[in-house]
């Protein structure tokens, strides 16, 4: 296994603020990033995530890799499970959650809320429903970010990790590699009744197995009936969004960019549409091959 120099500006940015980066112990260190990869991905000599910044890029290259030298600390030992949010830290996400979610929910149904009616506040520019276009390495802090409406899955999924921590629920980053090798994706997990459950904050979608319990990401890539279930929940997310008019998925003639002008990417947007709305169940799930996790501390 190729050993990469983890501290270089590369893969850890000196402008990711010091509250959101941590230690980890020696035996887990080993396994931190792409150092933890299967190959292709550990022989690359350059940072993952390199169109980002700041914490993004952090995030990026800093997650430690499941894998069974590391599955038992990621799951008992990793995440601290009490959240010690301050009231007034993040104003917008308060008053959000106090939109969205009930005195009387549970932190499963309030977690289940925040994803379906809070991060969905931000639209994705290149997946449907598709948002305006976003400098990637804006690095936005917590409050904009979601003041901005629109953002990649890495801010879709800080947005729903801060709005869990707000309702003092554990969350924290997953990433995702695909089988393909070439490509991945940024989500989520949250922990409620003594669980962590995976949450997709682009797709707005939990995985769930025969008996309606929510899955962990850990479970969702067991190669067996876990990894089946999240396959067809993606394959039933698409579903429900090919029943929307191009102008609902935000690919009418209406979409602008950012800066107001004609979102030149609507074209690319139509093909990749095309190409992820023909897929299987089988191949949706096929694909869920590796994944990382990460804590998203809140600032100190």
Known sequence: MLVHD??????????????????????????????????????????????????????????????????????TDYTPLEVRYRSGLLPTYEKLAAEITTPDQSPLEKAVSLLIRGAS????????????????????????????????????????????????????????????????????????????????????????????????????HDQGEGQKRAGLAYFKRIQELLALSPEELGLGDEHVSAHGGPNHLGETNIQNWTRISTKSAQTLAEELQWFGVMNYPLPA
Not at 9 to 18: E, G, N, Y
Not at 23 to 39: A, D, Q, T, V
Not at 40 to 62: I, K
Not at 162 to 168: A, E, I, K
Request: with cysteine.
């Open 6 to 75: 983890l501290t270089h500006p590369d893969f850890d940015p000196p402008d990711c603020p010091a509250w959101a980066k941590e230690e980890l112990p020696p035996s887990i260190r080993l396994y931190r990033g792409r150092n933890g990869m299967p190959s292709p991905f550990n022989e690359r000599n350059y940072a993952l995530g390199m169109s980002v910044r700041g914490v993004d890029r952090y995030h990026a290259n800093q997650f430690v890799m499941y894998r069974p030298e590391t599955a038992r600390y990621l799951y």
């Open 121 to 220: 506040r931000l639209r994705h520019p290149h997946m449907p429903p598709y948002g305006p276009e976003v400098r990637p390495d804006r690095n936005c802090d917590d409050e904009s970010l979601l003041k901005s409406g629109v953002g990649p899955c890495n801010e879709q999924a800080r947005v729903f990790i801060r709005l869990c921590q707000v309702c003092g629920i554990p969350a924290r980053v997953i990433q995702l590699f695909y089988s393909d090798t070439k490509s991945g994706h940024c989500i989520a997990e949250f922990y409620a009744e003594g669980r962590w459950r995976m949450a997709d904050a682009s797709w707005l979608s939990v995985f769930s197995n025969a008996n309606e319990q929510l899955l962990s990401a850990e479970e969702c």
